[in-house]
């Protein structure tokens, strides 16, 4: 299992109820695969610094999740055909920052 944090964009289009039953569905898949959510934070909606697929707001949602790399995949895989999903990231917080010796 790895740690993972994820941050998920949902369509604006979605009142507040809407947004949270894609939250719980991602929930339920981290849940079926195995995997375990440490921690999620409710950003709620904000404007984009930029437009998105003709959209200026969405629902921000963070995730903090421990996965095996095939959980991970299949989540990902799944929020890419999501319609309801704008944009995603998933990354991997470093323990340990190195720092090179001359700073």
Do not use: C
């Not at 949902?10 to 375990?36: K, N, P, S, Y």
């Not at 996965?67 to 995949?73: G, T």
Request: glycine share 4%; no cysteine; proline share 1%.
């Amino acid at each position: 299992m790895r740690r993972y944090e994820m941050m998920v964009i949902i369509r604006d289009e979605l009142d507040e109820e809407g947004a949270q039953g894609v939250v719980q569905r991602i929930r339920d898949l981290v849940e079926q695969l195995e995997g375990r959510i440490v921690d999620e934070a409710d950003w709620g909606k904000r404007k984009f610094a930029y437009e998105i697929d003709h959209q200026n707001y969405g629902w921000y949602v963070i995730f903090d999740v421990e996965l095996s790399v095939e959980a991970k995949v299949e989540i990902e895989r799944q929020l890419r055909i999501s319609d309801n999903v704008l944009r995603f990231l998933t990354v991997r917080p470093e323990a340990h920052v190195h720092r090179s010796k001359s700073a």
